[in-house]
C-alpha cells in the first residue's frame, strides 16, 4: 500500500513541478566557481541564501546552501567522479587540513578522485560547443591541484570548503551556469537513456503497476537518517534470495516504480510540514491532492502549539472541530475549510526508523481527511478537563509522561506509535498509556503544587476510562464538572484527600511548604484504608484553625456519608485513576481561577 500510494504521489508533485524530472538529483550548492573564457578561476562568490530560523528561543538570519537540479549523482562506494561534479575533492583534487591546501595524501584519494572527475566530465562534454562549456572544458584541461595549492580564491573560503558544493558559471555571469546549459542537459538526458537502457534487466510483471517491466536491483537512497542515506527496501542475506533472486529482484518492484517512490518520499523529508519525530519514529504524512491546506490543517490539529494559538489567523482551529466532535460526521461546512478541501479526500500517515542495514516501516496509516478530523476531535473531547481549557498536542501528551527527573519515556518504546493509532482511527488508548499517567502523578515531585496533579495528565487518565465505556457500549462515567451523584468509593477518596488538602492549607493560610498531597497521595491512592483514618484525626485540628473550617467539615462529612464511614482496602490500577480524577476535580472547583492561570502560563 505504501509504496502504490507514494507512485500515486509521485504522480501529483510531478504536475505541480515540485520533484526531479528522470535523471536528476537535487544538490546543496554553496559557492559559484567564476571561470574566465580560458577556463582560469577568477573568483568563487557565495551562492547561499539567508533565512530566518530559531535558534534556541530567537531568531536568527542564517545563510544555508541553495538546492540545484545536477545530473544524477552516483551512490556508489569509492572513487567514481558525476557528470557535472559539486564536491570539492572531486572538482580541485586538494586537501583542507591545518588551514591549508594540500593535494597529497597517504592514498592520493584527492589526486585519483580529480584524475576521475576530469575522465567523465570530458566524455560527456566532447561534442558540446557553447560558451560555459568551453570554459568547463578548459578549467578541466588547464587545471593542476600541485600548483593550485596557494589559490587566494579557494583560501577564501577556508574550512567550509570541506563540505561545501561548487558550481560554475562565467565570469561575472552568475546568469549563466554550467547545469542549466540547454546543450549540456540535452546531451547528459540522451546518456542517461542510453545508459538506462543497456543495462541487462530482469523482465517480470511490477508488484506495483501490475505491469510486465524491468525490475530494480538496487533501490534510490532515502536520504535524511544517516549520511550515506538509507534504503527501505533492500535483501543482503542469502537466507533471503528466494529462487535465486539477489537483492532488490526479490521486491519485483519496477525501475519506474521505484524511482517514482524514491524521489516522492525523498520530497516529503525535506518538508517540514511533512513529517513530526513521534520519539524515534519519524512520522511522515500526505493527502493524495496537491494542495497543502491537508498536512497545514492535520499539524495544527495533531501537533500544534495550542498555547500559542491565534484564533484568527488560522482557517481551521481544532476549537470548531471539538464541539461537532460527536456528531458521526464533520462536514467542511461546520469546519469551516472552505472549498479548496475536499474532507473525502485520501490521508495517509506512516513512521519510518532505521536500523543498521535499512529503514524499517513501524506503521502505516489510511483514512478519509475528516474521518481523521473527527477523531481527533473526539481525542481532544476526551482530554478536555474543563470547558475553556487548550487544546492538547501530542506532543505535549507524551512529554508529561516523561518522568520529571528523566526526560527518557520508560517501559514502552513505542507508546507514541499506540497513541496516535487510537487518536487517528478512534480505538481504544493502549493501557501503558493509563497505567504510566497514574505513575507520573504518584511518584513525581512536585515542585509547584498545580504542575504534578494537572490537567494533562488527568485528562489522560479521563479519557482512558471514558473511552473505554463508551467503546464496551456503556456509558461514560466522567463529565467536565465534579460528579456529587457518583458513588465510586475510589472517586470519593480523591474528593476527600482534595478537602483535607484544602482544610490543612487552610489552617496555615496557604504558606506549607509540604502538604499532605506531597507525604500522602501516592499511599492513599493505592491503599486508603491505611492512610485516611490517620489524615481524618489530623484534620481536626486543621478545620479548628481555618477560616472555613466549618463549611469544610460539612462538606468532609458529605463525602463520608456516600462512603459509609468505610475506606476501601486496596485500589486496583483503574480506581487509582479514578481517585485522581475525583481529586482533581474536587480540587479545581475549589481553585478554578488558580488552576486555570497557573495552566495558562504553561
Known amino acids: 500500500m505504501l509504496i502504490s500510494a ?40 557565495n551562492y547561499q541564501k539567508k533565512e530566518t530560523r530559531l535558534i534556541g528561543k530567537n531568531e536568527k538570519q542564517v545563510e544555508v546552501p541553495r538546492e540545484e537540479k545536477l545530473p544524477k549523482r552516483t551512490e556508489k562506494p569509492g572513487i567514481e567522479g558525476n557528470n557535472i561534479e559539486h564536491r570539492p575533492l572531486y572538482i580541485f583534487g586538494l586537501n583542507y587540513e591545518n588551514n591549508g591546501f594540500s593535494a597529497e595524501d597517504k592514498t592520493n584519494k584527492a589526486l585519483k578522485s580529480h584524475e576521475a572527475f576530469c575522465k567523465t566530465n570530458l566524455e560527456l562534454i566532447e561534442s558540446i560547443d557553447s560558451p560555459i562549456v568551453n570554459a568547463f572544458r578548459s578549467f578541466i584541461i588547464n587545471f593542476n591541484p600541485n600548483e593550485e595549492t596557494k589559490n587566494p580564491y579557494l583560501l577564501s573560503v577556508g574550512k567550509e570548503y570541506k563540505t561545501a558544493g561548487f558550481a560554475f558559471c562565467l565570469e561575472g555571469r552568475t546568469d549563466i551556469l554550467l547545469h542549466k546549459d540547454p546543450q549540456l542537459n540535452e546531451k547528459w538526458n540522451q546518456v542517461y537513456e542510453e545508459k538506462e537502457s543497456s543495462t541487462e534487466d530482469i523482465s517480470v510483471q511490477c508488484a506495483v503497476s501490475g505491469e510486465f517491466a524491468p525490475i530494480s536491483r538496487l533501490h534510490n537512497k532515502i536520504k535524511g537518517f544517516n549520511a550515506m542515506g538509507s534504503v527501505l527496501i533492500g535483501f ?59 498536512v497545514d490543517e492535520f499539524n495544527e490539529a495533531m501537533f500544534g502549539d495550542f498555547n500559542s494559538l491565534d484564533q484568527e489567523e488560522t482557517d481551521v482551529l481544532l476549537d470548531n472541530i471539538a464541539k461537532e466532535a ?29 536500523n543498521s542495514s535499512r529503514l524499517a516501516v513501524k506503521f502505516v496509516y489510511k483514512q478519509k481527511f475528516a474521518d481523521i478530523l473527527n477523531n481527533i476531535a473526539q481525542h481532544q473531547e476526551d482530554v478536555k478537563m474543563y470547558e475553556n481549557s487548550k487544546k492538547i498536542s501530542l506532543r505535549r501528551i507524551m512529554n508529561e509522561l516523561k518522568p520529571n527527573t528523566n526526560k527518557k519515556m520508560e517501559n514502552d518504546p513505542a507508546l507514541a506509535e499506540k497513541v496516535l493509532n487510537a487518536v487517528i482511527n478512534g480505538y481504544q488508548y493502549p493501557t501503558g498509556l493509563l497505567e504510566i499517567a497514574v505513575r507520573r502523578v504518584k511518584t513525581d515531585q512536585d515542585t509547584d ?154
Do not use: W
Request: net charge neutral; hydrophobic share 35%; charged share 25%.
Open 449 to 602: 503544587r498545580y504542575k504534578k496533579v494537572n490537567s494533562t495528565r488527568v485528562g489522560i487518565i479521563k479519557a482512558c476510562l471514558n473511552r473505554k465505556q463508551r467503546l464496551s457500549g456503556k456509558k461514560e462515567e466522567f463529565n467536565l464538572a465534579l460528579n456529587d451523584e457518583n458513588l465510586n468509593e475510589a472517586y470519593l477518596c480523591g474528593r476527600l484527600f482534595a478537602v483535607l488538602e484544602k482544610a490543612q492549607l487552610g489552617a496555615y493560610s496557604e504558606k506549607l511548604n509540604r502538604t499532605i498531597k506531597d507525604a500522602y497521595f501516592a499511599s492513599a491512592c493505592a491503599t486508603p484504608a491505611i492512610i485516611f483514618p490517620k489524615l481524618m484525626k489530623l484534620a481536626q485540628y486543621h478545620l479548628a484553625k481555618a477560616e472555613y473550617g466549618p463549611q469544610m467539615n460539612y462538606e468532609l462529612g458529605q463525602i463520608m456519608n456516600k462512603l459509609g464511614g468505610t475506606f476501601p482496602t486496596t485500589l486496583p490500577l483503574v480506581e487509582q485513576g479514578k481517585f485522581i480524577l475525583g481529586y482533581y476535580q474536587q480540587f479545581y472547583k475549589s481553585n478554578k481561577k488558580t488552576v486555570e492561570n497557573s495552566e495558562e502560563d504553561e
Open 326 to 354: 460527536k456528531d458521526l460526521y464533520v462536514t467542511k461546512e461546520r469546519l469551516n475549510i472552505g472549498d479548496s478541501i475536499d474532507e473525502n479526500a485520501t490521508f495517509y500517515m506512516f513512521g519510518l526508523k532505521p
Open 236 to 294: 543482503n542475506n542469502e537466507s533471503e534470495e528466494s529462487y535465486g533472486n539477489q537483492q532488490a529482484y526479490n521486491s519485483n518492484i519496477s525501475k519506474n516504480m521505484m524511482e517514482r517512490y524514491t524521489e516522492a518520499l525523498n520530497y516529503l523529508l525535506t518538508q517540514k510540514g511533512h513529517k513530526q519525530m513521534l520519539d524515534e519514529i519519524t512520522m511522515i504524512y500526505f493527502a493524495m491532492d496537491e494542495s497543502e491546506k491537508y
Open 6 to 45: 507514494l507512485n500515486d504521489y509521485y504522480a501529483i508533485l510531478a504536475e505541480e513541478n515540485k520533484v526531479l524530472p528522470k535523471g536528476y538529483s537535487s544538490v546543496k550548492i554553496h559557492y559559484i566557481i567564476e571561470l574566465s573564457e580560458d577556463g582560469k578561476i577568477k573568483g568563487i562568490i
